[in-house]
């Protein structure tokens, strides 16, 4: 376990085993937080209306310190993030808000698909915003401590939002990290790229008619480079003996490059140019290999998992009536069991390479720590996980 994690835990456990001492505490920190609001100019009834009602919250606690608990396999995220319900629902959205979306379209550069896509893995459609108080979550997060900086400041651009009259805090309401609205920004994501799209006077990402909210994720997009017309990525498939360790979204290639080395469409096509691109084999070689361009890297913005990124594509794919992932996954990735995968990632992590959470879920952190393994005992450098790569490290 990691010191990180490890510390985690503990301050949970202390929290839940003494909420009154916790209570006691999180009124001093925050008094001391109103104080530091008042000196950065902050007016008394902003922070009155912002901070008087703030509680602190076990539950935010407790679900932060799972965030790093075991992860999906690719196929289990992929069933959920495209499962027959979201189609359904963002099919029925797109129907709904095809004028706002279209308009929207024009507007951004950012395709309406791929809106309705992260609109529907972050709330379900605006099905479900978060109830939370954000005040209560974003000053709990702070209290905590293992990332006092980050929330504070979060906090400071709720008060913000409040101060110049966007929302009122009774209306900023989320998840248990503080994510409002249809598309779940943070205070901070809101006071960069927030739009009043539909000219009320304030960018609403809180109420039922989520315009506001899906302009501004366009905006946030659009402000990350995305390329319209260019796809997140391309289902490819790779020649006998292609050499995995080309392979890595750190290793961008021309299109030509890689026709040459032989890369075709997963329906053995010629591959397009849709400009440089990289190789992922999130499920390992066996199952189905990506070809991932800008767009993917502009969503990773958004959340920065491989597998989030993946989720939207795909399901943007579906909405725009394009097929499904041709290649099926296998039982055990990289020829391992999952076992031997949360071995190969605890040794690793043992010996001071970061592996991540050994969950058995090996993507390009597991092999960029594989790659620095090898690396400093003068092996060749692949990053491909292996039994033999196991053994190799006790």
Do not use: C
């Amino acid at each position: 376990m990691s010191l990180t994690r490890r510390a985690v835990i503990i301050t949970s456990l202390a929290f839940a085993a003494s909420p009154a001492v916790a209570r006691t505490g999180f009124e001093t920190w925050l008094k001391k937080f109103r104080r530091k609001a008042t000196r950065l100019g902050f007016s008394e009834r902003t922070l009155e209306a912002s901070l008087k009602g703030a509680e602190f919250l076990p539950k935010v606690v407790a679900n932060d310190s799972r965030q790093a608990e075991v992860a999906k396999p690719l196929q289990d995220y992929l069933a959920s993030a495209a499962s027959g319900a979201r189609l359904s629902g963002g099919q029925k959205a797109l129907k709904k808000y095809n004028n706002t979306l279209s308009k929207i379209e024009r507007t951004y550069g950012v395709e309406k698909e791929v809106l309705t896509a992260i609109w529907g893995m972050e709330s379900a459609y605006g099905g479900f915003r978060g109830t939370l108080p954000v005040f209560s979550t974003l000053s709990t997060l702070a209290f905590e401590g293992r990332r006092r900086e980050l929330f504070e400041a979060e906090l400071l651009a709720a008060l913000q939002i409040v101060e110049a009259g966007h929302a009122t805090p009774a209306e900023m309401r989320g998840s248990f990290a503080g994510a409002m609205g249809h598309t779940q920004f943070m205070p901070s994501t809101y006071q960069r790229h927030a739009q009043d799209f539909d000219g009320t006077g304030h960018a609403n990402i809180w109420g039922d008619d989520p315009t506001d909210a899906l302009a501004s994720t366009a905006q946030l997009l659009k402000a990350e480079g995305w390329r319209k017309g260019q796809p997140w990525a391309v289902e490819v498939t790779l020649p006998h003996g292609f050499d995995l360790a080309l392979t890595g979204r750190i290793f961008p290639r021309k299109t030509r490059d890689w026709q040459r080395l032989g890369v075709t469409t997963a329906s053995s096509a010629k591959l397009a140019d849709h400009g440089n691109g990289a190789l992922i084999l999130p499920a390992g070689p066996e199952g189905p290999v990506f070809m991932v361009y800008n767009n993917f890297h502009v969503i990773k913005k958004y959340n920065y998992a491989d597998s989030y990124a993946i989720g939207v594509g795909h399901l943007s794919d579906l909405l725009a009536g394009r097929g499904k992932i041709r290649s099926g996954f296998p039982q055990n990735p990289w020829g391992m069991s999952t076992r031997e995968r949360q071995a190969l990632q605890q040794r690793l992590n043992d010996r001071g390479f970061s592996a991540g959470n050994p969950d058995g879920v090996i993507g390009e952190k597991g092999r960029a720590a594989i790659r620095a393994y090898e690396q400093s005992r003068g092996l060749p450098v692949t990053g491909v996980p292996s039994k033999a790569l196991l053994a190799s490290l006790g």
